[in-house]
């Protein structure tokens, strides 16, 4: 192999090929890797570590214990005579594990992270030469890393890093004290050293040492243990890879206002996708506990001090812990009324309205899928309490939930909310939820088939695949064809087109207008005239494969369904959210068997658990929602077609039949009792009403 040749051999340890096949990443990974992963540093990495004015070094100490140390020199202080070589003319803080273990033939893991820029490098090396003044690496891997996760920070030296600087002796610890869990608690970055060795069973040995990084709170600290959230990254999981076969960590946390630095040390236990907390925490989709064995807290061992600058975006889509466990808290709530505040209100278009809404009780607000609704119960003056669903146009990521509302001739909710609701007025909502939604990893692109109003989910669903290609970097092709009747009724063209311009040609925009004016121009004021048709979906789409998304009146619902179907698109592949009682007309696919529903009772007493009554119930009565209507109820409900899921009721004992087949999820343990009734073989059945 010579200097500049690749790994004849996969890069990847055991370890990090079975995190790899966690996440079915493995084969793609193993050529990626063969690339990207250099035995020696390519021309722009050297420059790179050239002009570092401190690096971050991973290293194992006599006892097997991992650390991550900054090593701090200022600028030039690392030159890079080969490819295969690194000198860093530095030495480590006093105190620091590092002062140690750096011998010849040591494996030691680099970092090279320019804070101010977010660029970073990696390299897992070993010591070739130790000098009066510092030491070299031989490369054994280089890499680079992605920027994501990094706040920025402006660096300025306090003092000449080679000079001797007046310090405290460093401090011991085996127990973190409070200013110790105070100071975690408040971090937005620190570093994790972790390894392998033969000791763990494999051939190979190294050390890796990455950066990671949230909102302030992303790491939570009980007693001596420290839970991380583990986010979408590389798919190296050269840390995650090395935890499953050696799973101890050094961790760092510096303290950039007084160049203090906290050292700990310990062991770990992985929290897979499935586990509760990981699951809470929005963007996590792993995570890991850190128990401390032992730390150091070195004062003033930084000779530099940094100004924050800004938050990385990737941080501030994801959550911290306070935030995900008030969420955990909230979620049990998710099928109770709770009061918003109305923050902000916009007009989007004529006849559209949009209403922000956030949370006054201290609790975060629930997350949802992209293109969801919200069932908000309002009481306009002299009509009672009434309850509608509106669909979510904010994406999930978005600090507030946002719903556009278009005012409907007649219509008592929509056109109270549009002239009483002002901000600071509070409304009542239940969570989210519907089964209209993207999956922004898909990899199978969509189109997104809108009429009037019917844009709000799309507009949700393009916010969220933007906000998914820059968390996950994967944006799934969307082309969205929005009709209106003119421009003036159009709505969020302009959030679409800056949707369009960010995404590097993954998005199109197709605004098609009914009945253009005269003074507009085609290409510049919209980009088709009419309706949509044959011809619309043929001049911007190539014959691919597609999942379509309809949402809007009935009418132009089932236009497009059955545009689609004598197109040959399969039902399967056309996904629809209706508003109100119109429930698309569908022509399953021949070989697609649909769930046999069981037969209605002829006879069955139903008992209302919350209110205290039962009834008798037999073939021909109306369904649960009438019987209870009947009989004095106020359940909830908004569409009474099985579309909305407003009415979701838990079902305790006993099984129903649906007369009208719901397009709403349901729960296993809920029915929509707006279309179900008693079923055959159900002498009674219980609701939780
Ligand atoms: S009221 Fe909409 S699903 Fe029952």
Same mark, same amino acid.
């Given at each position: 192999m010579t200097d500049q040749a690749p790994f004849p051999q996969s890069p990847f340890h055991a370890g990090e090929q079975e995190a790899q096949d966690r996440v079915g990443k493995r084969a793609s990974m193993e050529a990626f890797g063969k690339v990207a992963i250099r035995p020696f540093m390519p021309e722009q990495h050297r420059v790179f570590f050239e002009q570092l004015p401190f690096v971050v070094l991973g290293s194992v100490d006599e006892q097997g214990w991992p650390w991550a140390s900054i090593l701090t020199g200022g600028k030039g202080f690392i030159t890079s005579p080969s490819s295969k070589r690194l000198n860093l003319a530095a030495r480590p803080a006093p105190g620091d594990p590092l002062q140690t273990s750096l011998k010849t033939g040591a494996p030691i893991g680099l970092l090279g992270i320019e804070i101010p820029t977010r660029r970073r490098n990696r390299m897992n090396a070993q010591v070739i030469e130790k000098t009066d003044g510092g030491f070299s690496l031989g490369v054994m891997q280089s890499f680079g890393n992605c920027p994501q996760y990094i706040q920025t920070r402006d660096i300025e030296f306090i003092? #000449? $890093? *080679?000079a001797p600087a007046e310090k405290s002796a460093p401090i011991s610890f085996t127990e973190l004290d409070q200013a110790a869990i105070d100071f975690i608690e408040g971090s937005d970055t620190f570093f994790v050293s972790s390894y392998i060795s $033969? *000791? @763990? /069973?494999?051939?190979a040995e190294g050390v890796d040492v990455s950066h990671r990084g949230g909102k302030a709170g992303f790491v939570k600290v009980d007693g001596n243990t420290l839970t991380i959230p583990d986010y979408? /990254? @590389? @798919?190296?999981?050269n840390t995650i890879g090395n935890f499953l076969v050696n799973p101890k960590a050094g961790l760092i946390f510096p303290d950039f206002e007084t160049g203090d630095l906290l050292m700990l040390t310990g062991t770990v236990e992985l929290l897979w996708e499935d586990h509760p907390e990981v699951i809470a925490f929005k963007g996590a989709e792993r995570g890991w506990r850190f128990t401390l064995d032992h730390g150091l807290r070195l004062s003033d061992a930084l000779p530099f001090r940094s100004q924050f600058g800004e938050w990385s975006p990737n941080s501030l889509m994801a959550d911290d812990w306070a935030t995900s466990d008030a969420r955990a808290k909230a979620e049990e709530q998710r099928n109770t009324w709770r009061t918003l505040r109305v923050a902000k209100i916009e007009d989007e278009s004529s006849v559209i309205r949009s209403f922000y809404l956030e949370a006054i009780d201290g609790q975060p607000l629930l997350s949802y899928e992209a293109g969801q609704f919200l069932t908000i119960r309002v009481r306009p003056d002299g009509t009672g309490s009434q309850i509608r669903t509106y669909t979510l146009s904010s994406a999930p990521a978005d600090p507030a939930y946002r719903i556009s509302v278009k005012r409907e001739p007649g219509g008592i909710v929509s056109n109270h909310l549009h002239d009483n609701l002002i901000v600071g007025d509070t409304i009542e909502i239940k969570a989210p939820k519907g089964a209209f939604y993207i999956d922004a990893l898909e990899k199978r692109p969509a189109v997104l088939l809108a009429g009037g109003v019917g844009i709000t989910p799309m507009m949700a669903m393009t916010r969220h695949v933007l906000n998914e290609g820059v968390r996950k970097r994967y944006l799934r092709p969307l082309t969205v064809f929005h009709a209106a009747q003119t421009t003036d009724q159009r709505t969020f063209a302009q959030e679409f087109r800056a949707a369009e311009a960010e995404s590097n040609g993954k998005i199109r925009y197709v605004s098609v207008i009914g009945h253009p004016t005269e003074a507009e121009v085609a290409g510049e004021d919209f980009d088709a005239s009419g309706r949509i048709d044959v011809d619309t979906l043929r001049a911007y789409l190539v014959l691919d494969d597609y999942d379509f998304f309809l949402c809007g009146p009935s009418s132009f619902m089932q236009a497009m369904y059955d545009l689609l179907r004598n197109l040959g698109? *399969? #039902? *399967?592949r056309i996904f629809a959210e209706s508003f109100g009682p119109a429930v698309l007309s569908r022509r399953v696919d021949a070989q697609v068997q649909l769930p046999a529903q069981p037969p209605e009772a002829e006879m069955s007493v139903v008992k209302f658990e919350k209110s205290g009554f039962e009834q008798k119930w037999e073939t021909g009565d109306g369904t649960l929602l009438e019987t209870a209507e009947a009989h004095g109820l106020t359940p909830d409900f908004s569409c009474r077609a099985g579309s909305c899921g407003s009415c979701a009721v838990q079902k305790l004992s006993g099984e129903v039949a649906y007369r009208t087949p719901p397009t709403a999820k349901v729960a296993t343990d809920d029915v929509l009792i707006c279309c179900a009734v008693p079923a055959q073989g159900s002498s009674t059945l219980v609701l939780d009403l």
């Open positions: 003092r #000449d $890093p *080679a $033969p *000791a @763990n /069973g494999l051939t979408s /990254g @590389n @798919n190296f999981f698109v *399969a #039902d *399967a």
